[in-house]
């Protein structure tokens, strides 16, 4: 067997120019474009284009309309100031939106109702003094517009706006509980809120009328409730009802210690309410088992039913999302489950026309696949899917009952089509990978996938593999293995600009993406099965991937493999580091990862880790799985060139993780160098930033591997 080193050189003699098919520029410059939202009568619908340039250093953002008819798509508006839009007012292209300034210029919003076919007939409705977003609305029986917005409001219940707030003469935060901090912010005293308003109907205009009223901050037990929950809520926590007299929002659940649990309740009020006429909808014990984290409550069309996910387990955040259906009655809610027994995990849901059927997207074998589920569905229902490829970010169901789809691939950005409840596509109006010069060549061909058995699990796993650019079975190509984060979550047939397998893979690789215990859509068993075990499962079953990829794919040269993962997957590549696998790599790179799991608890979401170690911390003898799974209890075998990212406005994992990682490399004198972006939290997301850390990682793994031919790995 040649040693790595005659491999790596004699690679590089030989390596030949490569076309990459997506450069990190290109894919960080290319369009982004949002869901598409259709008007009423479904003849058009809109989304948000926006792309970047290295040149201005800028992003720039315009609307499209997409002719849902002709399939013609053609420039909207191309005023960024309109940062919101929802259909509603008296005609089919009536809209209300949200201009991202108002005239005091004091950081509130302004709301203004147009026509969406002539957006100069724009008119001023409303000016408000802070800066609202989450805009959803219906026109009520007299004509008026009742909407709801969100924002953060003091405890007084008044929204905050940071230009105009007082700053206080010191900077000190004090705490007296745990729960300090959360993904990129400090807790303070305000807390995200819903507020309801009231848009009168007359003189041919609409007018504010009153006040906005906040339906969520006073209430209060052990902690206040919050809605939208930080940091990822947003519109799809809460919703009015289609006649404008009801609203609904979820909170975290006020009569239990904010750190400790993720368990939320779905409340009800009326729109002209207060919060002390708010009623939880699944107050603990009122469905027996239904204790855990709820989603997307939502109206039916015809406002008679609310559907909504909750998950049963009380702290465990990667639990079974549960279908369940209200009456939206508040004299008897009469909530029911759905599908009960399906063992997969939903999370976006699209009512019917007529309220029959709930259509369902659930991660399902490594795509997020829709699944309609009418409503006599019973505990032992098997839903069955009508999409196939994908990740939809959103879909809506159209006047003519078909469905809406916004979704992505490996191959493209944004793929808009419609399907039929019987599953067949009906119009494929746009795929970005033909339209985007840079995402130009992509297609499903780039991708394949393959299962393995391994000693974990009963199941078989699944693993994606993508392909560079010019792609030949009698090639041979280094391997990039790439671990998933989560533990808890999955590599998805979707597209990504931070991790995006085929711009790693037109570098010269056959990007290999296992989904190993802990992955979502294999069932919650396989989900689950990461408690406790995050050194032997996971670890067990990456190295059955490799062995797999070793014996049985020829076109990959695993001689000059290299490896990388973020959050869960930096973690696996420290643990890695220590044990036999990381021998098999020539580099690492670890993205914001745990290096010494006895410093877990510097973490901002406690209920995440309890789950997942099995426990609170306690002594750290050699029974605790803080202990066992300690990436630095293997120091002695590290030996692996290793490149570090880390962030300093990452609190799930503060930056001393990587700054110990990066440390004890230096020590031990294995080719090492940190990279660390002070304005990044636990993702890249400015787009300098990101080619940065797409360069440097690059460089690194690709002199190691030998794609490249430079002289140095820095
Ligand atoms: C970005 O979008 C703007 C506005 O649509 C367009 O003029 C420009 O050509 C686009 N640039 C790239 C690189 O796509
Ligand atoms: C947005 O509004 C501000 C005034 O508040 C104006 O200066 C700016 O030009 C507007 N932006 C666009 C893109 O129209
Ligand atoms: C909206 O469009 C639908 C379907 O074309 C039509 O039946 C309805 O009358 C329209 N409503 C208005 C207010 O124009
Ligand atoms: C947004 O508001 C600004 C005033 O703050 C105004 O100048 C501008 O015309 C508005 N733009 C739109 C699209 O409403
Ligand atoms: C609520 O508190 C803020 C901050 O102290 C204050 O600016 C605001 O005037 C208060 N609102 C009311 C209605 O008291
Ligand atoms: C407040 O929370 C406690 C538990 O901390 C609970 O026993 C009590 O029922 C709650 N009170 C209300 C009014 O919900
Ligand atoms: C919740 O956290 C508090 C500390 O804020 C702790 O005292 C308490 O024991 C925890 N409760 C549970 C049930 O974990
Ligand atoms: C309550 O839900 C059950 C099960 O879906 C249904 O059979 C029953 O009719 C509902 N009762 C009311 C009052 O809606
Ligand atoms: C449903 O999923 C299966 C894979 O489980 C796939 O083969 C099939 O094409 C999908 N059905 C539709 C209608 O897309
Ligand atoms: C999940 O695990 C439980 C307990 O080990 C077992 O009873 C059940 O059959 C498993 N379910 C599936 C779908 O494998
Ligand atoms: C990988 O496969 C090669 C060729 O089949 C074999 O010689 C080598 O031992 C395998 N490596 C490992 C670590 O199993
Ligand atoms: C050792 O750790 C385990 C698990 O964390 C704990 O239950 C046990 O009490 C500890 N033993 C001692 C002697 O501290």
Redesign the pocket.
């Known amino acids: 067997m040649k040693s790595i080193s005659q491999t790596v050189a004699a690679a590089a003699l030989a390596a030949l120019p490569l076309v990459n098919a997506i450069t990190p520029e290109g894919m960080l410059a290319a369009p982004r474009r949002g869901a598409a939202v259709a008007n009423p009568s479904g003849e058009f619908a809109v989304f948000s284009n926006s792309n970047y340039s290295f040149e201005e250093h800028e992003s720039t953002t315009i609307w499209e309309r997409l002719d849902l008819m002709s399939g013609e798509i053609s420039t909207w508006s191309t005023d960024t100031n309109i940062s919101e839009f929802v259909f509603v007012g008296p005609t089919n292209t009536s809209i209300l939106y949200i201009n991202a300034t108002n005239e005091e210029g004091n950081g509130g919003v302004s709301l203004y109702t147009a026509d969406a076919a002539d957006l100069s007939t724009a008119s001023l409705v409303a000016s408000l003094p802070a800066p609202y977003s989450g805009l959803k609305a219906v026109a009520t029986e007299s004509g008026d517009i009742h909407f709801l917005v969100y924002a953060l409001a003091y405890p007084n219940g008044t929204a905050y706006n940071a230009d105009t707030a007082e700053t206080p003469a010191s900077t000190a935060r004090i705490y007296t509980d745990i729960y300090v901090r959360h993904w990129d912010y400090w807790l303070s005293a305000e807390r995200n809120a819903v507020f309801g308003g009231v848009l009168t109907s007359g003189d041919g205009g609409y007018s504010l009328s009153g006040e906005l009223t906040n339906y969520v901050t006073g209430k209060c037990n052990a902690t206040c409730a919050e809605s939208p929950v930080q940091p990822f809520g947003g519109s799809g926590d809460y919703d009015i009802s289609p006649d404008g007299s009801q609203v609904i929002f979820l909170t975290k659940n006020i009569d239990l210690p904010l750190a400790n649990f993720t368990s939320s309740q779905v409340y009800h009020v009326p729109f002209t309410g207060t919060v002390n006429d708010s009623v939880p909808i699944n107050p603990i014990g009122a469905t027996p088992g239904a204790e855990g984290a709820s989603a997307a409550p939502t109206f039916s069309k015809d406002g008679s039913k609310i559907a909504y996910f909750q998950m049963n387990g009380i702290d465990y955040e990667s639990d079974r999302n549960i279908i369940y259906v209200a009456?939206a009655d508040a004299e008897?809610f009469?909530v029911?489950k759905l599908a009960g027994d399906w063992d997969r995990s939903p999370d976006v849901l699209a009512w019917s026309n007529d309220g029959s059927v709930l259509y369902v997207a659930a991660p399902d074998l490594g795509r997020e696949r829709i699944f309609p589920i009418p409503m006599s569905a019973t505990a032992d229902f098997v839903p069955k899917n009508i999409t196939d490829e994908g990740v939809p970010a959103a879909m809506q169901v159209l006047p003519n009952g078909e469905l809406l789809v916004s979704d992505s691939k490996i191959w493209s950005s944004r793929d808009i089509y419609t399907v039929n409840s019987q599953g067949e596509m009906t119009n494929m109006y746009l795929q970005s990978n033909l339209l985007d010069e840079a995402l130009s060549g992509l297609g499903p061909e780039d991708v394949s996938e393959f299962y393995y058995s391994t000693n974990s699990s009963e199941i078989d796993q699944q693993s994606w593999i993508i392909y560079p650019e010019g792609f030949s079975e009698d090639e041979t190509y280094p391997l990039m293995f790439i671990v998933h984060g989560g533990p808890q979550g999955a590599h998805f047939n979707s597209w990504s600009t931070r991790w995006n397998f085929k711009v790693w893979a037109d570098q010269g690789y056959v990007v290999i993406a296992p989904n190993p215990t802990a992955s979502s859509g294999w069932g919650q068993n396989l989900t689950d099965a990461i408690s406790r075990h995050w050194g032997d499962y996971p670890y067990w079953d990456l190295v059955h991937a490799w062995d797999y990829v070793n014996t049985t794919l020829p076109y990959v040269d695993t001689v000059r493999g290299v490896a990388a993962g973020a959050s869960f997957g930096g973690y696996m590549m420290n643990w890695i580091q220590g044990h036999p696998l990381g021998r098999r790599f020539n580099a690492l790179m670890t993205h914001d990862g745990v290096t010494n799991s006895l410093s877990d608890y510097a973490t901002e979401e406690l209920w995440f880790i309890n789950h997942d170690q099995g426990g609170i911390f306690t002594s750290p003898n050699e029974t605790s799985t803080y202990y066992r799974w300690n990436p630095i209890l293997y120091y002695e075998n590290w030996a692996t060139p290793h490149f570090v990212v880390h962030n300093d406005l990452d609190f799930r994992l503060p930056v001393s993780e990587g700054l110990m990682l990066f440390n004890m490399l230096q020590v031990k004198g294995v080719p090492s160098k940190f990279l660390n972006f002070p304005d990044e939290n636990h993702w890249v997301l400015n787009q300098e930033n990101s080619l940065v850390w797409h360069t440097e990682i690059f460089k690194f793994h690709n002199y190691y591997s030998g794609v490249s031919n430079a002289s140095s790995p820095y």
Do not use: E, W, Y
Request: net charge negative; no cysteine.
């Open positions: 009456n008897d009469n029911t």
